[in-house]
Nanobody, 115 residues
Framework: QVQLVESGGGLVQAGGSLRLSCAAS????????MGWYRQAPGKERELVSI???????NYDDSVRGRFSIARDNAKSTAHLQMNSLKPEDTAVYYC?????????WGQGTQVTVSS
């Protein structure tokens, strides 16, 4: 059974930076993708960024140019570097992993950006 453990997050002022990490444990044969969703109070969960096989990445328009995702296939980890943070980036961030057995989720980590 794959489990995801998230780290990082916290409170930062607008314009600051944070780095989220996601580590997968357990056995699996193949990982198709890793990434993050986020959910702000009163809003639906939205995809922030995804790192696909072969090194391709994608970002929501709201974070493109400010966030950067990196995936380490050998270690089954992913990192989300978040720069130039804005108050509207405040949310709980959830990492995920897509594998043949399904999509496990991380426990979520709070990111709060003060103005």
């Amino acid at each position: 059974q794959v489990q995801l453990v998230e780290s990082g997050g916290g409170l930062v002022q607008a314009g600051g930076s944070l780095r989220l990490s996601c580590a997968a444990s357990g056995s699996y044969r193949r990982i198709f993708a890793m990434g993050w969703y986020r959910q702000a109070p009163g809003k639906e969960r939205e995809l922030v960024s995804i790192a696909l096989g072969g090194g391709s990445t994608n970002y929501d328009d709201s974070v493109r140019g400010r966030f950067s995702i990196a995936r380490d296939n050998a270690k089954s980890t992913a990192h989300l570097q978040m720069n130039s943070l804005k108050p509207e980036d405040t949310a709980v961030y959830y990492c995920f992993l897509d594998a043949p057995a399904g999509r496990p989720w991380g426990q979520g980590t709070q990111v709060t950006v003060s103005s």
